[in-house]
């Protein structure tokens, strides 16, 4: 008898610890592994991050566009070559992203203090994070373990990114594959506080919307003359940047919001979370409640994204190099 619960109680352990090495992320992943990770990127984030605050915006989005697409496994970071042959760096939404070369060096730091332990998948979650605290945004928990694909294909990353050009169906469906529900929907726009677009993102709104040579209606009509006759004076100029949150372009805040309920918000995507009723009182609640009832909703949305379909455990690989899958 006294036996047999020994066993029962051995063969429970075996049960406990099988599930406590599938798939999952956890705070602090590194801890034993490679005790200073965290510290090595968030040291160089805040050391660097002031010569270039807007490497926090474009890391975000490539955050974003990384888990959108194979899930968070740094597909977003990989060459073409010939096993990779159209990657997601050459889908047009990628044309825009930049930082690479930042989330290079931080692994480089990583490589020289523990070789082959962290991923490129974990370097981009915690630099975003970082960037933004680093800038006076929100502080979202980022647990780890994310493993590095081996996978990064163009035709992927322009059905899964929704394009500015999203009606609000859309956005719900490419939200809704991947796991994010309408509230996620609009706390993520909110990162749309911060940074910069082309006009080429937006241009159809201002010069041909329907193929007429007429204007978006859902833009304001004094925002949009601004706009054509300051920044994006023709329907190909796709080299001048706009700020898109005018005013506040570097600080996160409600201004995003506040932009959307006087129709000024840039691309048709934002400007669609007001055409739906369960959208739009979102907004109207974001607005109403205190800047830190926004990080801390914010902070669970990121959280969520940060684990969309991730590779834990044995499955992908940590990387070498970021750019390239390892031979
Ligand atoms: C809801 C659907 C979304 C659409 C259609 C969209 C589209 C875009 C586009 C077209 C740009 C400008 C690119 C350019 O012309 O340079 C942009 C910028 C940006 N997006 Fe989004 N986005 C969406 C959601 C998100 C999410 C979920 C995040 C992050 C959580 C995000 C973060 C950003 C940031 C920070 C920028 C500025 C990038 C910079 O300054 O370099 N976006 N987005
Ligand atoms: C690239 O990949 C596609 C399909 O994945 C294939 O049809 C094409 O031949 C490849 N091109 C090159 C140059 O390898
Ligand atoms: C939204 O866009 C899709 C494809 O771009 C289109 O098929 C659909 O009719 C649009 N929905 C609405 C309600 O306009
Ligand atoms: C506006 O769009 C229509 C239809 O796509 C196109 O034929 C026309 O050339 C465009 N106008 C301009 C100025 O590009
Ligand atoms: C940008 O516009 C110029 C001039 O219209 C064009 O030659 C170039 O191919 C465009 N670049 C992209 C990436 O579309
Ligand atoms: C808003 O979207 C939700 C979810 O799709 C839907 O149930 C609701 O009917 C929509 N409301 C309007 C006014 O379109
Ligand atoms: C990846 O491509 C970029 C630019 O296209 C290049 O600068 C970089 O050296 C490449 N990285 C690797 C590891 O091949
Ligand atoms: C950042 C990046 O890799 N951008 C690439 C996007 O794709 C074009 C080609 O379509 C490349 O020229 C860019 O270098």
């Not at 036996?3 to 798939?23: I, K, N, P, Y």
């Not at 332990?117 to 647990?143: E, K, M, N, Q, Y």
């Amino acid at each position: 008898m006294r036996g047999f619960r020994h066993f029962g109680m051995m063969f429970f352990c075996l049960l406990v610890f099988m599930g406590s090495t599938e798939a999952q992320l956890q705070m602090g992943f590194y801890s034993s592994s490679c005790p200073n990770a965290e510290r090595i990127v968030q040291d160089y984030v805040n050391r660097h991050i002031h010569n270039a605050p807007s490497l926090a915006a474009t890391i975000l989005r490539m955050h974003f566009h990384d888990c959108f697409v194979r899930g968070c496994d740094a597909s977003v970071l990989l060459n073409t070559t010939s096993s990779n042959n159209q990657t997601e760096k050459v889908a047009t939404p990628n044309l825009t992203l930049r930082g690479f070369d930042f989330i290079d060096k931080v692994k480089s730091l990583l490589e020289a203090a523990c070789p082959a332990v962290v991923s490129c998948a974990d370097i981009v979650a915690l630099v975003a994070r970082d960037a933004v605290v680093a800038t006076g945004g929100p502080f979202w928990r980022v647990p780890t373990g994310r493993r590095d694909g081996t996978i990064s294909r163009s035709s992927e990353a322009l059905n899964n990114i929704p394009p500015p050009t999203s009606n609000f169906t859309n956005l719900q469906r490419l939200f809704a594959n991947q796991g994010l529900d309408l509230k996620d929907l609009v706390l993520l726009s909110g990162a749309h506080t911060i940074g910069i677009s082309h006009c080429s993102s937006f241009s159809n709104r201002l010069y041909n919307f329907t193929g007429v040579g007429d204007q978006d209606p859902a833009l304001d009509s004094e925002y949009a003359a601004n706009l054509k006759a300051r920044k994006c004076r023709s329907l190909n100029d796709n080299t001048t940047i706009v700020e898109m949150d005018p005013g506040s372009f570097r600080t996160f805040d409600l201004s995003y919001y506040r932009h959307l309920l006087k129709r000024r918000g840039l691309f048709q995507s934002d400007s669609a979370l007001t055409t739906n009723s369960t959208t739009l009182s979102f907004v109207n609640q974001l607005l109403q409640g205190p800047l830190q009832n926004f990080f801390a909703e914010f902070a669970n949305s990121m959280e969520k994204m940060g684990r969309i379909n991730v590779k834990t455990g044995t499955t992908g690989e940590i990387r070498k190099h970021c750019a390239v899958v390892n031979s």
